[in-house]
């Protein structure tokens, strides 16, 4: 497809992807920024603050480990998120695997009953307090242990596989949570096995992540718009789930939360994968979403270092900054989630979008 030059153009980078394996350890958040600037913008942004740059690209990891250039980098984002659109998401990913096996191995087994698992936001506040409280409650070992089975379980999705996730369920003290263990481990819910046994459920974070970003460059673009991404390895699974969503021409709209919908067909029109050595657009992304992902390194106390993080958060404005994190604040979860179709947005991904592309 030919680059659409009057279109407007978001530049992507995005941090912490471990695919389908997000209970990796060194990287807890994964996220992704996206913003609208020219390359020529970028360019003019960079030279501005970083004059004496030597190194071949901009590149936030080398940048923040030096003292000297935290203002200047703290500036240099003040002005991205004071004067282009733009949009952060991230996401811990422990949490999301917590509601990925809520979703897929506890929601089965209520929706076969006829409850409606989903009303306000109540998947998220049971994985908040799994997340939050399950080690001590079902015990810290067997409680990790069930979620290597979890992930497991969705990979292989295989008998064996199934069996042992069911085993590590028993081996947890589930009856002290059995609204949430029950299913799998006092009833082996087949209903709840079929749906992990799907080829469309999958715990790679990267829709997710998407998800979020897409929703928010939809409402700040006027008209067709386009995107632009580093060609690392990693925004490979990106670069195909884009251009999915742009593929998708069925006409649908969900409600995510009091915030936050998507609709299809998309406004996004052409994604396409540069250089970032080329890009000094990308290059800022890739500082945007450095430093998110360093300030929630931060701020749960998992690294030390770098730009001050509540510094850093304060220049963000409400609608610039989405996160998935757990939170015990029920109420608040119940009112943001109030009315939303979570049932209905699950299965129309995974029926859609996760897996292997359709032929």
Known sequence: MSKSTDAECFRIDESGYTGYDILNSDQRFQGASAVAISDEEAARLIKEYFPRL????????????????????????????????????????????????????????YYERGMNFYADGQNYAMASLLTLAGPSLLGQPAFDNLLIAFQNAVKEKTPPALKTLVKAARATQWSEFPEALGPLAQFAAPECLKALANPGVDTDAALVVLQSLISRMEVMSDGPYRVEHDQSKNLLRYNELLQRFIDHDQDIEFRQTQIASIKFPLKLTEVTQVDSKASPAVQLADVMIGAAIEAANNMTGLRSGGLDPEILMSLYAENQFIHLMPSIDFEEQRRFREGTQASEVIDYFAANFFGPPKV
């Not at 080398?62 to 240099?76: E, G, M, T």
């Open 54 to 109: 030597q190194a071949p690209e901009l590149k936030y990891r080398s940048l923040s480990r030096r003292k000297s250039n935290h203002q200047r980098l703290l500036s240099l984002q003040r002005d991205l998120l004071t004067q282009y659109k733009s949009v952060t998401y991230i996401c811990d990913k422990h949490y999301l695997l917590v509601l990925m096996f809520v979703d897929y191995a506890v929601e089965p087994f």
